[in-house]
């Protein structure tokens, strides 16, 4: 099985930056995908970014340009920088992991941790 531990969460004023990371535990070379959602209260959660262990990314709309994921395979670490940060950013980001056990395709979440943009 595969446990997520997110960090880097926090408070920042309007255009200002974070860098969110997580970190995986148990077995890492199971995992094939990994990334980032995000869901503000009254939302859905919705997908952020997300990254391949062959480094092919995805990304949403709403954060192309300001927004990077990467990922260390050998330490099972996903990483967003995220830049430009506005007020409609503010949500809990909870990282996820995709990964393969007992051959079945699973998905492992984080506990989240809370991004706020305000002035």
């Known amino acids: 099985q595969v446990q997520l531990v997110e960090s880097g969460g926090g408070l920042v004023q309007p255009g200002g930056s974070l860098r969110l990371s997580c970190a995986a535990s148990?077995?890492?070379?199971?995992?094939?995908?990994m990334g980032w959602y995000r869901q503000a209260p009254g939302n859905q959660r919705e997908l952020v970014a997300d990254i391949t262990s062959g480094g092919n990314t995805n990304y949403a709309d709403s954060v192309k340009g300001r927004f990077t994921v990467s990922r260390d395979n050998a330490r099972g670490t996903v990483y967003l920088q995220m830049n430009s940060l506005k007020p409609e950013d503010t949500a809990v980001y909870y990282c996820n992991a995709n990964f393969y056990s007992d051959y079945i395709s699973r998905v492992a979440w984080g506990q989240g941790t809370q991004v706020t943009v305000s002035s």
């Open positions: 148990g077995t890492i070379g199971s995992i094939y995908a």
